[in-house]
């Protein structure tokens, strides 16, 4: 026999030409003039002859494939197969490419197959061309696609249409699910599909400690299958007779979720074991989350697009992680069920795959760089010329710094100190003031140190004054102090005084230091208002209603004035600080398996925000939480009462006088769930809650 292969030096045209020559076949493939010193590279290979491989130059963008005509001629009523295998596999091509290859490739390849009078056309297809149809697609189904919205569907579906269209040249479709590399070897040429979230998943292995319980949703439906079993499927279905016109689903008899395809795979990375949840009201949550809306919307389209950016990860993956669709393969058993051809389940083959890409295609010293968005910018807050920055940016200058003598203050200080600044150390307590100083002193710091009581403005009024008459006033304000409390509001309905309290110290307090610093910097045109505020200002965490409102109006008034202070340089910044490891948290002993913040990491986005002097420094996690509350209101909604089920209120709280964080909850019932014990459930809920909410005040 002989064979025409579009394709042959591709991914699966390199598995299946050595299949069609086994079969004693000659193989006629097509390849770009420039591409021609392949062709010796894969008969030796392939370990054949000049006879048996043999190129013909062409281009799929051309019609009849720019096939010349002495080539045609010679090639007419001799080609018993015509397999058409070029297009483009990648969902992330522009739209034009992928037009251009895979409905126009395909209409000049059928032109081509005419002209040769082939015996059959081999068509390449995908389960793409069924688009996102929510059920089970059959082999006999193509108009009744749906979700086509997306540019390699919509070109698959619409290459598959030109072949069903044509007349007078006999065809067999073939729609392979998402193809890896071959199930013994694991062996595979480029990064798609799954692979792409592979370096996520090896850092996520080396970062996450292996006792942490990690718990994911099921997700969409993952069809995937070896490249071996494909070309298979497709050699042995292409020489069964009475097959013409059929349609053939190469899909795995069992789909994957989402969520059990990444524990099968952190599990080749050895991390940590992931449940899958089934959770029915988490997966009616899930499907009213409009992916495809808010990527499109502004700001989540540019928010999101950094992010997978970051993880280096296409932005069009999204749509798979609820993949609706599920495949009928009938025709396909039908056939190769009597020849033995099985597909093998993903689990028997994970290992060599993964262990071809970790040897093969991980990039070298860069999957350190992936263990997770959250913990590079953790450490990479800072350009690696900060401190140079820094010294240049505070050398000489006063900083106000309050709540200077633990935490986040205390490290500010120590390095504003170190980086040139005359600090001005501000706190209630005399002896904690005392100590700083002489530390700062002792590294050859230079400070101040003032006792002031920033909830009192009496207190706050003298310190300005003496601030303004000692130092002439202050270059940069770093309002630092705060109250926090953590109580739901049914709950709080005899406690109206925590609100005043809060608000007092959080809002009025900095409020009156703004007020009495800011004239002195509008005057010299120089100064600049750093307010450390709160991840829960964008994430709005249930039970912390008088610490987010106080926060939440210093963060309003710093936007309505830096506006009137701009063209005077003096600037505002906010930061929405995520949850720090310092001693205002530690009377929450839930907090105690939280991921959080060091003091220093915390100060470093201080210092981050002094260099750059940003608008706003937020996490990801807070700007995910604020794009949630603007375009999903009602699941965000949702989301954060479960939360405030999973995490109660303490025996504090309630007014019961001890400290009950950790008593367990009544809200969640895993007490039918074998794997998770009762005793357990809201340890387990909050360590999930706390792992992929990170950094927000629960």
Request: proline share 5%; aromatic share 8%.
């Amino acid at each position: 026999m002989q064979y025409f292969v579009t394709g042959g030096t591709g991914f699966i045209g390199r598995f299946l030409v050595p299949k069609l020559l086994d079969r004693g076949g000659i193989v006629y493939l097509l390849v770009r003039e420039s591409s021609l010193d392949k062709i010796e590279t894969l008969r030796a290979l392939w370990g054949v002859s000049k006879k048996q491989v043999i190129p013909v130059v062409g281009d799929l963008s051309k019609g009849k494939l720019g096939i010349g005509k002495k080539d045609l001629d010679s090639l007419k009523g001799n080609i018993d197969h015509f397999f058409h295998l070029a297009a483009i596999y990648d969902i992330s091509a522009d739209a034009e490419s992928q037009r251009v290859a895979n409905v126009e490739g395909t209409r000049n390849a059928m032109g081509a197959a005419r002209a040769m009078k082939a015996g059959c056309f081999h068509h390449t297809s995908s389960i793409a061309a069924g688009g996102l149809y929510d059920g089970e697609f059959t082999e006999d189904m193509f108009e009744e696609a749906t979700g086509l919205d997306n540019p390699y569907f919509l070109t698959k579906h619409e290459s598959e249409g030109v072949v069903r269209n044509s007349r007078g040249l006999k065809y067999r479709i073939y729609r392979p699910a998402a193809v890896v590399g071959h199930s013994q070897t694991g062996e595979i040429d480029k990064i798609d599909g799954p692979y792409y979230f592979f370096k996520a998943i090896a850092a996520a292995g080396k970062a996450i400690p292996s006792w942490l319980p990690l718990f994911t949703m099921k997700g969409g439906n993952l069809n995937i299958v070896p490249v071996d079993y494909v070309v298979a499927a497709m050699d042995a279905i292409a020489h069964t007779p009475g097959q013409d016109g059929k349609v053939f689903h190469l899909t795995a008899d069992k789909s994957y979720s989402v969520g059990d395809t990444l524990a099968l795979f952190l599990k080749q990375a050895h991390g940590p074991n992931m449940r899958t949840l089934e959770l029915p009201a988490v997966a009616k949550l899930s499907k009213k989350l409009p992916i495809n809306s808010i990527i499109k919307r502004q700001p989540a389209k540019g928010a999101i697009s950094m992010f997978m950016k970051e993880m280096q990860i296409p932005v069009e993956l999204l749509d798979m992680l609820d993949y609706p669709t599920t495949y009928d393969n009938s025709n396909t058993h039908e056939v190769l069920d009597p020849l033995g051809i099985v597909c093998p389940p993903l689990e028997l083959y994970a290992p060599a795959i993964w262990e071809y890409w970790q040897r093969n295609l991980r990039s070298p010293g860069r999957a350190d760089r992936l263990l997770g968005v959250v913990e590079q910018w953790r450490r990479q807050v800072l350009p690696a010329k900060s401190n140079k920055q820094l010294v240049k940016a505070v050398k000489g200058k006063v900083v106000v710094v309050t709540g200077s003598t633990s935490g986040i203050g205390l490290k500010c200080a120590h390095r504003l100190a170190d980086a040139g600044a005359t600090v001005v150390l501000a706190a209630r307590t005399i002896e904690k003031l005392e100590e700083t100083l002489e530390e700062i002193k002792a590294r050859g710091g230079k400070a101040v140190a003032y006792s002031v009581d920033i909830s009192d403005m009496d207190s706050c009024d003298r310190f300005v004054e003496r601030v303004n008459t000692e130092l002439d006033g202050a270059d940069i304000l770093i309002n630092n102090a705060g109250r926090s409390i953590r109580r739901s509001v049914e709950n709080s309905f005899d406690r109206y005084h925590d609100f005043e309290r809060t608000m007092q110290l959080n809002y009025f307090g900095a409020l009156r230091l703004i007020f009495g610093l800011a004239p002195g910097m509008l005057e010299r045109r120089s100064g600049h208002i750093i307010n450390i505020s709160s991840i829960g200002v964008l994430a709005s965490p249930p039970r912390f209603s008088a610490y987010v409102a106080s926060k939440a109006a210093l963060d309003a008034f710093s936007a309505c004035a830096a506006a009137e202070f701009a063209d005077r340089k003096v600037r505002f910044t906010t930061i929405n600080m995520p949850l720090v490891r310092t001693p205002m948290i530690a009377p929450t002993k839930l907090y105690n398996a939280f991921p959080t913040l060091s003091p220093d990491e915390a100060g470093d986005l201080v210092m981050k925000a002094i260099v750059q002097k940003p608008k706003r420094v937020a996490t990801p996690a807070g700007i995910m939480g604020a794009m949630t509350q603007a375009l999903t209101p009602d699941l965000t909604e949702l989301i954060l009462n479960q939360a405030y089920h999973v995490f109660p209120d303490s025996m504090a709280a309630k007014g019961d006088g001890a400290d009950g964080d950790d008593k367990k909850s009544k809200s969640m019932d895993f007490s039918n769930r074998p794997s998770v014990t009762a005793g357990d459930s809201l340890e387990v809920a909050q360590r999930v809650f706390a792992y992929f909410f990170r950094g927000i005040h629960w």
